[in-house]
């Protein structure tokens, strides 16, 4: 039957959602997707469903947001997904290439636009070509990245989990053996983090090339629902401080001794809401000055087993559910050695591809300079000795 297309929510979800379960790991990006237009955090084109290969009526099948589905000629079930916002690059689940090509195809004809595709690597390269030919739009390569995920098993197998917001080795900390770099502990940013978390957002997008439209509003939301967690390691005083402790007056210690912060923030995590007991690591961000010390390793390893553990809000779901792994997409331009020595298991590689202007051939650029005139030459004079 070919691609089908719907601006219907519910309809692509009784007739894709049993595909993008059955590797949740893999197609997490959509399925989150598909979660915050359900929830209310997109907006969703209000249409009627339509048939195969066709988008819904009216001026949305072209504008909104659209869903789809591959669905084989013996109608055996999905057998890939997309879901376009025009707004951002296609996100789409499958890895066969001939499928992706003949997406770009039902997409042209519906007139969509397209800025950009993320896709596993062999998919994305077949509807960037298919596109190309169609839109005459150059391809720029704009990520690559790997799939990770961390089920609860190889989690246990590390030395399993404890509550967030005690130290490595005490009461409901994290076994200091098991934590990469210096001993520290997890704890979920609150409404006081709010102006460090928005630095470290744009810092971070800055950093890795992603526009991040608000930050605020980014660091709002990751706050309502727990999904911002720091990694703090013990504050170490300075020496003029070090020295109050042999002050004379015991109230001028006191006081410096209490005004001195416990722990002090090195590293943080962005964590996605839960979906089909799947939890995605959006982001993790380490401040220039305190790199190199394993406190990135640390915060993804003592998130990720939060998570599992059911530590942090957010890995809180509704349902009968529960959260079974832990996805991190890292880059895919940096050795795995670290992510795979943390217990994550590669899941697949995708791409994220940009597409620009028309492209066509170079103008000839008019001559408006003249060839040098050539000086006259003869034999040299000969010198006298």
């Known amino acids: 039957m070919g691609w089908c297309t719907t601006s219907d929510l519910d309809r692509f979800a009784a007739a894709a959602g049993g595909y993008l379960r059955s590797r949740a790991a893999e197609n997490t990006l959509l399925l989150s997707a598909a979660l915050a237009v359900r929830s209310g955090w997109h907006s969703p084109v209000v249409g009627q469903p339509s048939g195969p290969g066709a988008a819904a009526g009216g001026a949305d099948g072209a504008t ?154 980014m660091a709002d939301d990751l706050i309502s629902y727990g999904g911002g967690v720091l990694w703090e390691i013990p504050h170490r005083p300075f020496r003029i401080k070090e020295a109050a402790h042999y002050l004379v007056s015991p109230q001028h210690r006191d006081a410096l001794q209490q005004s ?52 942090v809000p957010c890995s809180t779901v509704t349902g009968p559910e529960v959260n079974s792994e832990v996805v991190l997409i890292a880059d895919g331009n940096r050795p795995d050695r670290q992510v795979t020595r943390l217990g994550f298991q590669l899941v697949g590689e995708r791409a994220v591809l940009r597409f620009g202007p028309s492209t066509g051939p170079l103008p000839k650029l008019q001559s408006t300079t003249r060839p040098m005139p050539r000086l006259p030459t003869g034999p040299l004079p000969r010198l006298r000795r």
């Not at 989690?155 to 990469?180: E, L, R």
């Not at 007991?277 to 003592?302: D, F, K, W």
Request: net charge positive; charged share 15%.
């Open 64 to 217: 909104g947001l659209l869903f789809g589905w591959w669905e084989p000629p013996d109608g055996s079930g999905a057998r890939g997904a997309f879901f376009h916002d025009p707004a951002a690059p296609l996100l789409f689940a499958g890895r066969v290439p001939e499928m992706a090509a003949a997406l770009a195809g039902t997409l042209s004809k519906l007139g969509r636009h397209v800025s950009g595709v993320d896709a596993p690597i062999e998919a994305a390269d077949a509807f960037a070509a298919a596109w190309s030919q169609r839109a005459h739009s150059s391809i720029r390569v704009h990520r690559q990245c790997r799939v990770y995920r961390l089920t609860a098993a190889a989690a246990a197998g590390d030395g399993g989990a404890g509550g967030v917001g005690g130290a490595g080795g005490g009461p409901g900390g994290w076994p200091p053996a098991a934590t990469p770099g210096p001993a520290g502990r997890l704890r979920v940013m609150t409404i006081a983090d709010r102006a460090l978390l928005i630095d470290w957002l744009v810092a971070y997008g800055i950093e890795a090339g992603e526009r991040i439209g608000s930050p605020q509003d």
């Open 260 to 311: 001195e912060p416990a722990y002090q923030p090195v590293a943080m995590a962005a964590v996605a809401r839960p979906v089909v007991g799947t939890v995605r690591i959006s982001m993790v961000y380490t401040p220039p000055e305190r790199r190199r010390s394993g406190h990135a390793a640390a915060a993804t390893l003592m998130t990720s087993r939060a998570i599992l553990a059911g530590s």
